[in-house]
């Protein structure tokens, strides 16, 4: 499974973004969906998740109320749109993609190149 990810730039705080993530696996609907990131001198940290029929999600609680991920399978693509983003969603976000099927998994088994977010103050 190839993945590619982007829409990411720069943003002012309170501003919003969408990032797409396009997958090549015809069978793209039967993967869990995840976005994750990784700031400036930071470890990389789970965003949110999605399940394969997109029932399902969960996020980290850093963007709870703020971020939405969402899918569409006809499209082979997963998207995270971003509002009221802060200085502190700067970072790189990946997209992944789990052959489990609990959104909740920590496993994921391919992932794309990140696209840099910056968010300024």
């Known amino acids: 499974v190839q993945l590619q990810a982007f829409g990411g730039g720069l943003v002012q705080a309170g501003g919003s973004l969408r990032l797409s993530c396009a997958a090549s696996?015809?069978?793209?609907?039967?993967?869990?969906m995840g976005w994750f990131r990784q700031g400036p001198e930071k470890e990389r940290e789970f965003v949110a998740a999605?399940?394969?029929?997109?029932?399902?999600?969960h996020y980290a609680d850093s963007v709870k109320g703020r971020f939405t991920i969402s899918r569409d399978n006809a499209k082979n693509t997963v998207y995270l749109q971003m509002n009221s983003l802060k200085p502190e969603d700067t970072a790189v976000y990946y997209c992944a993609a789990s052959t489990s099927s609990s959104i909740w998994t920590i496993r994921y088994d391919y992932w794309g190149q990140g696209t840099q977010v910056t968010v300024s103050s």
């Open positions: 696996a015809r069978t793209f609907s039967s993967y869990v």
């Open positions: 999605i399940s394969w029929s997109g029932g399902n999600t």
